[in-house]
């Protein structure tokens, strides 16, 4: 073989070796990447997890309104009808929600009337995409929601919105839900935020 012969074969390999390289990174680089990169440096993510806690108030408006409210500073005067606390996590999945789970306990101020309840079974319209944004993401849809275990509402109009990666506002129908919440949201933190490596997202502010 003379030497013109070697430097092609050489030659032939080296390239085919490069392409090879260069598939394999771009089909890994493709498989992992999860968000896309978009004009000004703005990340939107097609895969994520954030989970959180739910810190909310319920106020008795009529209470909240009145003078009796403001006279007598003492527990059974404060506007506040429930205290309501738990945890709350969604999962999206290339931009379709897999799940979005809510569990969180409701209870009076002096101690009575404590519940439970459990919001699941999230549907929405599939050929709208969800998305993660520096500015959080919304999305609205049904939800199933029980109390103590046992159903109590079915396909309640619901409402989502996470700001910052830093808060969660919950609003749900008053009419599906017979008003329980009395046409407040609930509302909660964002702890963790992950992609589809599991990787932090956006650091919340703290």
């Known amino acids: 073989m003379t030497n013109t012969m070697k430097v092609l074969v050489y030659s032939g390999c080296v390239v085919l070796l490069l392409n090879q390289s260069v598939s394999y990174l771009f089909a890994q680089t493709s498989s992992s990447n ?7 440096n703005t990340r939107i993510f097609e895969t994520f997890s954030v989970t959180g806690l739910i810190s909310s108030l319920t106020v008795d408006k009529e ?19 429930y205290i309501e606390a738990g945890n709350w996590s969604l999962n999206v999945v290339d931009e379709k929600i897999r799940t979005f789970d809510v569990n969180f306990t409701m209870v009076h101020p002096d101690g009575s009337d404590w519940h439970y309840h459990e919001i699941g079974n999230f549907q929405s319209d599939p050929d709208v ?19 103590d275990g046992m159903d109590k509402w079915f396909d309640v109009q619901t409402s989502v919105s996470i700001s910052d990666l830093n808060t969660i506002t919950i609003f ?22 992950v992609d589809v490596n599991g990787n932090p997202i956006f650091r919340s502010k703290i």
């Open 63 to 81: 209470l909240a309104n009145s003078s009796s409210s403001t006279s007598n500073d003492n527990l059974f005067s404060s506007p506040v009808d």
């Open 129 to 147: 995409p969800v998305l993660l944004e520096n500015d959080g993401t919304t999305f609205e849809g049904t939800t199933d929601i029980g109390e």
């Open 172 to 193: 749900l129908d008053p009419v599906d839900t017979e008003n329980h919440f009395n046409s407040q949201p609930i509302y909660g933190i964002v702890t963790s935020s």
């Open 34 to 40: 999860p968000l896309i990169e978009v004009e000004n």
